[in-house]
């Protein structure tokens, strides 16, 4: 018999405008990650290619603790290390995969890990499983973040403090002032967990990221996507070795799953070398930002000054009304609902790339001034 409850479910959500579906990508993007265009492009086609060529498999064949552990695999993690300047690597299958595997086993029941109010749900799931306690912080603010972890202290919190941040906020746009995050965990002998997802590849010297100048501390985790500004897939944790060799034998998620693709962990290697020297696209996307803060201020918009701008409706129903309109006139951009997103801040997440060019983004403002 089919289950009732999943059926009055998706209604309930449907009359609450938050039911869910899958559209295929049409028009101008204005919803990928794909930020330096790197997706689809020749060089990374080029690399599969040679991997294939060369014998790569397409599969591991089984855990990276079995059989799965190939040189692809090694390689890759060997590079990362070595291209973040971080003591080491761990490949895995995805940024989900990533923080839920880091949350979960990294933090001990004596621990504290203190969490931006904004982070993504992947750390969320994670945390779900961890045996730390869990507190959040007001988005940013370093200091709600220290006196959470003040009054642990004072109430006999003994272990160590996690502070978890995102650099750059996949739904705001907005960045952590990370320097002051790195100084809190210094101070307080707390561990710095960064997710790098939107900002790696885009930011800092060879696209290692906001965070770069702090990776291989002793007291940095910072995890890096690669599905995003590197084109293909997997993320990478990178940290102190001790940490890598303690997920490999106690994260169960990493134990006990398959290894990521062997062929999709060497174009990732390959990824990492053609974001390094891509200076000339960063600087494209650049200026599309700035041209993105122009046509959004132009319009009344506050610009966020990173490739991913917020354009907050409020409304649900409106919100996607709206992102499907600008989707019929050509432009994908997608409408961002609770629970994703706080309530009462349904938005289109507008994603500045390389995939659109500076006349898209002015018609693009124009479209949507004309709508609002
Ligand atoms: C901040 C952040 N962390 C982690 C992830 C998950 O990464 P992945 O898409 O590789 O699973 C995302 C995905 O959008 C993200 O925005």
Known sequence: MVSSFHRDDLI?????????????????DFSSNDYLAFAGSQSLRDAAVEAIDRGVAVGSGGSRLLRGNTAEHEALEAQAARFFHSESALFVGSGFAANSL???TLPQ????????????????????????????????????????????????????????????YSMDGDCAPIEDFA???????????????HAAGVYGPGGRG???????????????????????????????????DFLLNRGRSFIFSTAPSPLIASVVRASLGIVARAEDRRERLRALVVEAGRAFERFGFAP????????????????????ETLQGCGFDVRGIRPPTVPPGTARLRMSITLNSGESDIREFAAALARLL
């Open 304 to 323: 966020s000054g990173t490739q991913i701008q917020p354009i907050v409706i409020g409304d649900e129903a409106r919100t996607m009304r709206i992102a």
């Open 109 to 168: 029941p004596g621990d504290l890990i203190v969490y931006d109010t904004l982070i993504h749900a992947s750390a969320h799931e994670g945390m779900k499983l961890s045996r730390a306690p869990c507190s959040s912080f007001t988005h940013n603010d370093v200091g709600a973040a220290a006196d959470a972890i003040d009054r642990w202290r004072a109430a006999g919190g003994k272990g160590t403090p996690w502070i978890a941040v995102e650099t750059l």
């Open 183 to 197: 100084a809190l965990a210094d101070q307080v002998d707390a561990i710095l967990l960064v997710d790098e997802a």
């Open 210 to 244: 906001l965070a770069a100048d702090f990776l291989g501390r002793e007291n940095v985790v910072s995890m890096v996507t690669c599905g995003k500004a590197f084109g293909c897939e997997g993320a990478l944790i990178l940290g102190p070795a001790v940490f890598r």
């Open 12 to 28: 309930t959500l449907a009359r609450a405008h938050r039911r869910r579906k899958l559209l295929s990508p049409v028009g101008r």
């Open 102 to 104: 880091i949350f979960a």
